[in-house]
């Protein structure tokens, strides 16, 4: 182990059509829809839907505070009243399912905050999984947890980059919003503003045990780091995985491509100790054991508290790896394998939290960063039906696989059909640990994201009103979708011209799209420009645009709203 001083030396808007609105809890919950809510939504005018009456929330029994689950108060639903006429959403008959959780568990007095596990895999494609539709990779635990809660076909990672990415969603913000919009390298002089509250500082005021465990990513300066963000406890890499001595190649291999980055430090910190590097170069097979193994720890070991688990495995993302029991397992090659050990990783931490007792009191949410990295052939993912992947805005670039999984609080075997992103994911579970803006744990600056507890618990009704999601990358909006339609604002892209293979990048040229609009519902594969038969669509959805580009920034310039990034310190 490296002891830190030598460590150190070593890695030497919501936007809507009126004024906006200050910062407070936004919920798709809360009666008003989207259209009111501070995050960057806009309601799209159509005369045909009329508005939904307000629902009002249900109120804390012990704190009064509207929108929190008083899950003791509630009326305990049936199985039969989850059916499709009963929430909004799509039952997947075809799923296994479980029926020895009780849909709103009973704590009585004794109820306290539930523990709160982020899973989040590095470009991992929209069709990777076999419950989304992959005939080649084998993922039975992430089956079973999607057909034992929620499974989203149009969530969305706020970036098709993996700094950006991860900005957004501990921070609910655009990464516009926070100045992240932009991959960072080893010993990069910006990272995430110290300003910036995230979901585990957040969490952290709130009574929580916090811990990050796999890839950062969000600034690797000391002042930049995890423990410098709200996380009690971390292990794992300070950025992508090909950025060391053997770029995309492995210690087996050696070198593939031409950057050579320098070593990658393994870093690790045990709450209540400094940090240390424990190994450079660590070996890409040894990842993921280690992260499981780090992970169930930390669950052990504060079982008896509520707890916030981010683990953030650095694979798919090249170069990929399977430990030595698993190489050989799948049908799917090497990725298959690698896929084979992620999802027995998720299987390793359900069955902890069951064996302690602790899967009623416990959220999952399990998503990706971003599209797969098609260049890479055989060892890149797919995108499933989308066009695009891993740095460009179309579909499979942003659009995610994402499961969300928490017996009493998600309801059991849906499809959830509307739009939701990385950023919810904040005021989301800060709702569900009964966080609210003004309580001295909320973020204090503007959150783009919205409070979807009514879409996990299947209790919001059918209607709903359109959402804007913007498309960046990195500082250029380049499309945005409100309801079915998206509009590819003119901009150039990158294309694989052929695929790579074992390890080796493919070809990769580019491209220019012109404006173009499509109707994602009826061409998800955004194959057909209907620009010229919606004229009133592209001419809406352009003043928008404006909107966006005047808070958020226009390419090279930033907006009305964006914030200082963050500046990190490297000792001399």
């Known amino acids: 182990m490296i002891a830190a001083a030598a460590a ?104 306290r905050a539930p523990n709160i596990i982020v899973l989040l895999a590095d470009d991992l494609g929209y069709g990777d999984l076999s419950c989304y539709g992959s005939t080649k990779n084998q993922t039975p635990n992430l089956d079973r947890l999607a057909a034992d809660g929620t499974r989203f076909t149009s969530f969305y990672s706020a970036s098709p980059g993996c700094s950006p990415s991860r900005a957004a969603l501990l921070t609910g913000c655009y990464p516009q919003r926070v100045g992240l919009p932009s991959v960072l390298g080893p010993r990069s002089t910006q990272g995430l503003a110290p300003g910036e509250t995230t979901l585990a500082e ?187 992947d ?26 959830e059909q509307r739009l939701a992103t990385t950023m919810d994911l904040l005021p989301t579970l800060a709702s569900l640990a009964g966080a609210e803006p003004g309580d001295g744990a909320w973020p204090t600056g503007k959150v783009d994201g919205v409070d979807i507890t009514a879409l996990l618990d299947g209790t919001l009704e059918p209607s709903l009103d359109e959402r804007l999601f913007a498309y960046f990358w990195p500082d250029e909006l380049q499309a945005l979708r409100l309801g079915r339609w998206k509009l590819h604002l003119p901009h150039a892209h990158r294309t694989v011209e052929e695929a790579g293979r074992d390890g080796h990048p493919g070809r990769q040229g580019r491209a220019r799209i012109g404006l173009s609009l499509f109707d994602l519902d009826a061409d998800p594969g955004e194959t057909t420009n209907l620009a010229a038969e919606h004229p009133a669509v592209v001419a809406r959805l352009e003043a928008l645009a404006d909107q966006v580009q005047a808070r958020l920034g226009p390419t090279g310039a930033p907006g009305s709203e964006v914030r200082p990034v963050g500046v990190g310190v490297w000792p001399r």
């Open 390 to 415: 891993k740095g460009t805005t179309f579909e499979g670039g942003m659009r995610m696989p994402a499961i969300a999984w928490g017996p009493g609080r998600v309801a059991p075997g849906r499809v």
């Open 8 to 111: 150190l030396a070593l890695v030497a808007a919501l936007f809507t059509l009126g004024e906006p609105l200050e910062s407070k809890p936004t919920s798709v919950a809360s009666g008003q829809h989207l259209a009111v809510d501070p995050t960057l939504v806009a309601p799209f005018e159509s005369p045909a839907q009329g508005t939904a009456a307000p629902r009002e929330l249900p109120k804390h029994r012990r704190t009064g505070a509207p929108g929190v689950r008083d899950l003791a108060a509630r009326p305990r639903p049936t199985r039969a009243s989850q059916e499709p006429n009963a929430v909004a959403g799509v039952i997947d008959a075809s799923a296994p399912r479980r029926q020895d959780y009780p849909v709103i568990p009973d704590f009585g007095d004794t109820e």
């Open 202 to 388: 957040l969490l952290q005021a709130k009574g929580y045990a916090t811990a990050a465990i796999g890839k950062w990513h969000l600034g690797d300066a000391p002042n930049m780091m995890p423990w410098n963000h709200g996380f009690d406890e971390y292990l794992g890499l300070p950025y992508s995985n090909d950025m060391w001595t053997y770029n995309w190649g492995t210690h087996d291999v050696g070198l593939i491509g031409s950057n050579r980055w320098g070593q990658i430090p393994l870093w690790s910190k045990r709450q209540g100790t400094e940090p240390e590097v424990l190994e450079l170069d660590p070996r890409q097979d040894s990842l993921t054991p280690r992260y499981t193994e780090r992970a169930l720890e930390f669950v052990d070991a504060h079982q008896d508290e509520p707890f916030f688990l981010y683990l953030a495995w650095s694979h798919p993302h090249t170069p990929i790896a399977a430990s030595a029991s698993f190489r050989g397992k799948s049908e799917g090659g090497l990725y298959g394998d690698m896929l084979l050990e992620l999802d027995d990783s998720v299987g390793r931490l359900a069955a902890r939290l069951a064996e302690l007792g602790l899967d009623a009191q416990t959220v999952v949410f399990f998503t990706s960063d971003n599209g797969p990295w098609t260049r890479f052939g055989d060892h890149g993912g797919s995108s499933g039906p989308f066009r695009g």
